[in-house]
């Protein structure tokens, strides 16, 4: 029986989407799922279908077209992507040879003129004096009158293209149907150009370390197309994606969620999807071509917060050998390091999973202004877990570092520093300034003559918790020594 059915080709134009709202699920590192509806009307066996409502950054390899229902058995023989929308340029090299009338204006009318193109603008690639690869822009060569000219002799007029324009990125399939048929497919395919990061927003009152919190979430788009009242979703996890040319990067993607909030606005929805997390907009939106949309996603009110201050005079660390080098490590540097730390718990008005992103601080001023007074960036923190944010060095507190002595044992496996650190503190508040000290020329050392307690924070590293009166000064001394 399957001898005997003859296929054939019908042509179904479709440039429209049906009522259903496109979704996007959009990752951070410049690419995102798009899931459109597309109306299809087949007839038994093969039909030719094109859709240009696709993104002009499409990856074609990832196209999946399905009857939702599977009440269809749709099979796709051939797709095809012309992701090359028609533009002057374009026009120019597909009527390559031909000639073609041009609009110029002399003496202030309009005046039309026939030309041959024999050479569309275009760019080629090209090798520089070092053999380095670069572009090439390639002018113009129009003909007119039998005489050659480098540019447009006035505006192109070109001729109809029929039926096989391109004015929008277009997919083209060759289905195939086991009978007549019409119903909304799914389109799902992977795009760059779209990406999403996040930004908060912290304001400190004039006296005290109780911040409000506001976090933003900031959808970029620059696939190309526009999305009319989409469904936006996030997703949080690190997701493996291969980029060609044999390029591996890890897309790192981050989780957004949405504090309990006052007046029964709409909130971001949380759930597990496979080994990430899905986070959904609560309202459809519009997301233009070249459009950054913002949506308010996190706010915690009275987020309790403290200031640390940290001095680490000598910035370095353990390389792991010996290190025997009697000039390095002497004296050190003078700031002293601003910090904000806040716990992300349901106790201290957060508790929820916080994306990457910039955190910016904020102070009020006795005039009511808000002032700037830091930034930076955090990592992804989920909920529970401790932020620690530098924003700058302190004006009034100064650090100083020294070493008074060294010793190595001319005969033994040896070696034995001492160091001063003293702090300045000339502000007119008490201050306690963390002194971290690094013990980095050896794994095996002993603290001795310490001036105070020190907590050990990890092999290769102690510090020293310093309270420091104001206009005051206090100093750190003590004696490492390594063996081996």
């Known amino acids: 029986m399957m001898k005997s059915i003859r296929l054939q080709f019908f042509t179904v134009c479709l440039a429209t989407l049906a009522s259903a709202q496109p979704a996007i699920t959009v990752y951070n590192e410049n ?5 459109d509806t597309v109306s299809l009307d087949l007839n038994a066996g093969l039909s030719d279908v094109s859709y240009s409502g696709v993104t002009a950054q499409l990856e074609p390899e990832s196209v999946i077209l399905r009857d939702p229902s599977g009440a269809v058995a749709l099979s796709v023989v051939e797709q095809s992507y012309r992701g090359d929308p028609v533009d002057q340029q374009r026009l120019l090299q597909m009527f390559e040879g031909q000639s073609i009338r041009f609009l110029k204006v002399v003496d202030g009318k309009e005046v039309i003129e026939s030309g041959k193109i024999i050479r569309a ?19 113009p060569i129009i003909q007119v009158d039998g005489e050659l000219q480098t540019r447009l002799p006035g505006v192109p007029l070109f001729p109809s293209l029929g039926d096989d324009s391109v004015l929008q990125p277009t997919l083209s399939w060759k289905l195939h149907s086991d009978r007549k048929a019409a119903f909304d497919a799914q389109l799902s395919y992977l795009t760059n150009g779209i990406s999403w990061k996040s ?7 004039e006296k005290g370390d109780a ?3 506001t976090g933003w979430v900031s959808i970029e788009n620059n696939t190309g197309k526009t999305f009319e009242d989409a469904k936006i979703k996030l997703i949080a996890g690190d997701v493996n994606k291969v980029e060609p040319p044999q390029q591996l990067r890890r897309e790192k993607v981050y989780a957004m969620a949405m504090a309990d909030s006052a007046g029964g606005a709409p909130q971001v929805e949380e759930k597990k999807f496979d080994e990430f997390h899905m986070y959904s907009l609560p309202l459809t939106t519009t997301l233009r071509d070249r459009e950054t949309k913002q949506v308010e996603f996190v706010r915690g009110e009275n987020v309790q917060t403290t ?3 940290v001095y680490e005079g000598l910035k370095a660390s353990y390389r792991g050998g010996m290190n025997l080098n009697q000039n390095y490590g002497q004296n050190g540097q003078p700031d002293v390091a601003i910090y904000r730390e806040l716990e992300n718990s349901k106790e201290n008005g957060l508790g929820v999973p916080l994306p990457a992103g910039r955190m910016r601080f904020y102070r009020m001023d006795d005039d009511g202004q808000l002032e700037f007074t830091g930034e930076n960036t955090i990592d992804h923190t989920p909920k529970n877990e401790t932020i620690r944010v530098y ?10 570092r020294k070493r008074t002595n060294f010793y190595k044992h001319p005969s033994q496996d040896l070696i034995r520093e001492t160091f001063e650190i003293e702090i300045r503190n000339r502000s007119e508040e008490t201050v306690t300034v963390k002194v971290v000290e690094p013990l980095f020329r050896w794994s095996n050392w002993k603290i001795q003559k310490p001036s105070q307690e020190f907590e050990k924070t990890d092999a290769q590293t102690i510090d020293f918790p310093v309270t420091v009166d104001p206009d005051g000064t206090q100093t750190v001394t003590y004696t490492v020594e390594y063996t081996w």
Do not use: W
């Open 199 to 205: 930004d908060y927003n912290l304001v400190l009152p």
């Open 391 to 400: 924003l700058g060095n302190a004006f009034d507190i100064v650090g100083e």
């Open 307 to 309: 200031k640390l201050y």
């Open 211 to 213: 911040v409000t919190l």
């Open 121 to 139: 603008p275009s760019m080629i690639m090209t090798k520089n004096q070092y053999g380095n690869p670069q572009q090439k822009h390639l002018e």
């Open 31 to 35: 690419f995102g799922v798009v899931r």
